[in-house]
């Protein structure tokens, strides 16, 4: 699909409050023109505040800049960014029935009558809600309203499209469905967007890249698979699934623990090291001849598979996921066979 | 009634009934007071506006008098002169203040509720002292264009006064009304090109409807049943409550001052019913 | 900036009806102890007219807060238990009650002092006596005393404390007294403070209700605005200001930001 929209760049723009709250650092950033970034971390990170300086509700502090396609619009208010923003709570205009707020943008810039009513039936149909135009906002569902809100925001050609948790008002099964809805529609639309979310999983299948933000400043950027799989800090591992941070001494490329020793890919360092390995990538083989085992303390059913936690082998204990074809109990010795390339050096500090 | 039974399983159904006959207890004293003095009256207001030599038709003679149906105009048109421009200038003022932070906002504010008590007889006073002949403005027209202007006698000075007792009550409402008012959706209005006055237009004033409706509602209500203001400016009999005064005291036509008044009643009444299906149970005319 | 220009004209605006609201009030204070208002405050300060008001109208200024008490004692002894049982019984007979009680703040004072006159004016004992006055004001006052105890009720939730003493063993009465009553003194407080201002400023009904021997502080301003000269009415309104201005405070720190529409001009 031809991709649409800006590219965007933000140039060392930070964001101190009134109150003195500093609640972005400086952050350079750029996206590509149809690329889907999305913003992910805990609540207090910063992500809204970035991406309402993006949209234009905040200006960013001295020095920094904003530009769309090269131009400087770090002074061009909302009104005139052109931008596309879907509020986490939609805010959808009650005194407006269904077809009147996606036409609104469309109303403001003073496209004739007939051309409306075209473009709020295309996307009526785009986004799945067609029949609904005369509804009044209080008669929709949660599902309904959010796509209200995407089809207005769309509806008159955004350079940039941009969403704070749209799918957090939601309940669970709801989130699932309409997230795969909403992929489709943002590679459909080829739009630049730019995506907030405290939900991990959302990110990861939503996002062409993720930045991980924690305390006002981008802690890691790169694709899903470059965060999950190379973590660039200890948080970032954490945040983004499920994952075990062992403490180990390493030589000549191997790590020794109280369970044994484990090989490592890129262990040229010697000393202390912080490892992290995800549950899954741990295999359960014979614990006789394993040269890394432990006693197996808990074991869980997860529904598609077995979660244990294992002790003894690292000085904390270590969740695995098991498939349901390797029975297990408490007590059980086991061995843990691990790819050397799935574990992954962290640095020392805390963050 | 106030029986305690020692068996358990009745002990719960002991204290319930025992509490429901406590309840009923505490309402007797209210019972008492309001059917002596509101209920009983009341009815034998209604009576007494029956009883004159029209009878029953007295009710529709408020309608079918001409001297009586100006009056009621008057007074219907006053009310709603007074709720349209209060309501403009406290969505002005109210709006502003609500948005605005200013060194010295806490003292405008207390200015512009602080005569939320002042009774009708006072805010006459008011005007007179504004507009009456030793009035303010009087003064300050005479030195400019050397001709005294004094109209609190007027219904010019009644309209004021009508205004000077609903713009705090009214802006209060209003404020509050704004303060809740959802900032998404002004945003949201932004990211989409709108411009300050269409976000005024499509956004804020729809969102404040149910409050205009609301305090307007007791606006009108208010101004409908007013009558220390129009005493005190001693304005010709041009406003309903000073006709039913007067009809009373001096003429002593008892019936259909009781017409008049179970009829002022009844509108009023049934504009603050319409005024809480919007505005929720704490509306009231508030005397 | 047309921001600033808009910015402008609205605080110009509000500063105008906040001074049309202000201003008549605080000339009225300041006539109220001028020696001649005609010369304007050239002619110097003095409390000649105060006095003068002291002399002519100390006993509505007695009888007035006397009225405004009795009321506040009424409405107590009336109001706190009715709360309490409308708020436990809740029912459909509960609602027609509450309606009840809000009708006088729907019907025009006049209305309901001509219904009093009607019904009881032949007793004159009763006619001629401050007690008439009262009974009107005790009937327009109530459902404030009534709402205020019901909203602390509603946010406490005073049905459950209700039966944890029930449960040891206390009778209705010692509730009502040890439980219900001290957890509702916010309520209490804030109507009974609304009682008093709204009893003290009350004309419609009043006027009506008073006969020239029962006369209460604002009937008493009505007589002196027709009939006395402008520095006296003031002085007159002066001290009725000193009265109410303190319990207006009062109110607006207690009752906070909640706004609750309190008014009685009319």
């Not at chain 1, 360092?269 to 899954?280: D, F, K």
């Amino acid at each position: 699909m031809r991709a649409h929209g800006v590219a965007l760049r933000l140039e060392s723009c930070g964001k101190t409050f009134a109150d003195g709250t500093r609640a972005l650092e400086p952050v350079t950033l750029d996206v590509a023109r149809g690329e889907t970034l999305v913003l992910l971390g805990p609540s207090g990170c910063g992500k809204t505040t970035l991406l309402r300086l993006i949209a234009g509700l905040e200006t960013p502090d001295t020095c920094g800049r904003i530009l769309f396609n090269n131009a400087d619009v770090t002074a061009v208010p909302i009104e005139r960014r052109n931008v596309g923003m879907v509020f986490q709570s939609y805010a959808l205009f009650p005194n407006m029935n269904v077809a009147e707020n996606i036409g609104y943008g469309l109303k403001i810039r003073g496209t004739p009558e007939s051309e409306r009513k075209a473009r709020i039936a295309e996307l009526l149909a785009l986004t799945g809600i067609e029949g609904l135009e005369h509804r009044r906002v209080d008669q929709l569902s949660g599902g309904q309203r959010q796509r209200v809100a995407l089809a207005r925001a769309v509806a008159a050609q955004p350079s940039v499209l941009l969403l704070d948790e749209p799918l957090t008002a939601l309940d669970a099964a709801l989130r699932e469905r309409l997230r795969g809805e909403l992929n489709r529609l943002l590679r459909t639309l080829g739009i630049t967007a730019i995506y907030v979310t405290h939900d991990q999983s959302e990110a990861m299948a939503l996002g062409d890249r993720i930045a991980v933000m924690r305390n006002g400043a981008i802690a890691q950027i790169g694709t899903p698979r470059d965060i999950y799989f190379a973590p660039a800090s200890r948080f970032v591992a954490e945040f983004v699934g499920a994952a075990n941070i062992v403490e180990a001494q390493c030589k000549a490329g191997a790590l020794t623990l109280p369970g044994g020793t484990l090989r490592v890919v890129n262990g040229a360092e010697s000393g202390i090291v912080l490892a992290m390995i995800r549950p899954e990538s741990i295999n359960v083989v014979a614990a006789d001849g394993a040269a890394f085992a432990g006693l197996v303390d808990s074991v869980s059913f997860v529904g598609d598979r077995q979660r244990a936690l294992v002790s003894g082998a690292a000085k904390n204990p270590i969740t695995v996921d098991v498939p349901h074809s390797i029975p297990l109990k408490a007590g059980d010795r086991i061995g843990l066979a691990i790819d050397p390339a799935a574990i992954r050096l962290l640095p020392r500090e805390g963050a | 009634m106030i029986v305690f039974r020692r068996s358990r399983r009745s002990t719960r159904a002991a204290i319930v009934m025992t509490k429901r006959a406590f309840a009923g207890l505490c309402l007797i004293p209210l019972a008492i007071l309001v059917a002596a003095f509101f209920v009983l009256p009341l009815a034998r207001l209604v009576a007494t506006g029956a009883s004159g030599e029209l009878g029953i038709k007295a009710y529709a003679a408020i309608l079918l008098n001409e001297r009586y149906r100006t009056t009621l105009t008057n007074t219907v048109l006053l009310a709603a002169a007074t709720t349209i421009a209060t309501l403009a200038i406290a969505t002005v003022t109210g709006l502003f203040l609500q948005r605005h932070k200013f060194p010295g906002r806490a003292l405008v504010v207390a200015m512009l509720t602080f005569p939320l008590a002042f009774p009708g007889v006072v805010v006459g006073f008011m005007i007179i002292l504004l507009a009456g002949r030793q009035g303010l403005i009087g003064e300050a027209t005479l030195r400019l264009f050397g001709d005294k202007e004094v109209f609190a006698y007027s219904m010019g000075g009644l309209f004021l006064g009508y205004l000077y007792f609903s713009i705090p009550r009214v802006i209060l409402t209003i404020m509050a009304a704004v303060e809740k008012l959802d900032p998404s959706l002004e945003e949201a209005a932004r990211a989409l090109g709108a411009g300050p006055w269409a976000v005024y237009r499509d956004v804020v004033l729809p969102g404040l409807n149910p409050a205009f409706i609301a305090s307007g509602a007791i606006a009108f209500a208010t101004a409908m049943g007013a009558f220390g203001t129009a005493f005190t400016l001693a304005t010709d009999v041009a406003v309903l409550p000073m006709l039913i005064y007067t009809e009373f005291t001096l003429s002593a036509n008892f019936a259909v001052a009781a017409a008049l008044s179970v009829g002022l009643g009844l509108v009023t009444w049934a504009i603050l019913a319409l005024a809480r299906t919007y505005g929720g149970a704490t509306v009231a005319a508030a005397g | 900036m047309r921001d600033r220009a808009i910015f402008a004209g609205q605080l110009i605006f509000t500063l105008l009806v906040a001074a049309f609201l202000i201003v008549p009030a605080l000339l009225s204070m300041l006539a109220g102890v001028t020696a001649n208002y005609f010369r304007g405050i050239r002619s110097g300060l003095t409390l000649q007219w105060v006095l003068q008001v002291w002399e002519l109208y100390s006993d509505t200024i007695f009888r007035s807060f006397l009225i405004a008490f009795a009321a506040l004692a009424v409405t107590l002894v009336v109001g706190v238990p009715a709360a309490y049982a409308l708020h436990i019984r809740n029912d459909r007979l509960s609602r027609a009650v509450e309606e009840i009680i809000t009708l006088p703040l729907a019907i025009p004072g006049l209305a309901i002092a001509l219904a009093l006159i009607l019904t009881y004016g032949g007793f004159a004992g009763f006619r001629g006596s401050w007690l008439f006055i009262l009974a009107g004001h005790a009937v327009f006052t109530l459902p404030f005393m009534v709402r205020a105890v019901l909203a602390v009720f509603a946010t406490i939730d005073i049905k459950t404390l209700d039966e944890g003493a029930a449960s040891l063993g206390a009778a209705p009465w010692r509730r009502f007294r040890d439980v219900i009553v001290p957890n509702a003194r916010p309520g209490i407080l804030a109507g009974s403070l609304m009682v008093v201002t709204l009893s003290l400023g009350e004309f419609n009904l009043t006027w009506m209700l008073s006969t020239p021997l029962t006369k209460t502080l604002p009937v008493g301003l009505a007589d002196s605005y027709a009939s006395m000269r402008l520095e006296v009415a003031s002085a007159y309104t002066l001290v009725f200001f000193v009265m109410i201005i303190p319990l207006l405070i009062a109110m607006q720190i207690f009752a906070g930001t909640r706004g609750s529409a309190v008014g009685a001009a009319r």
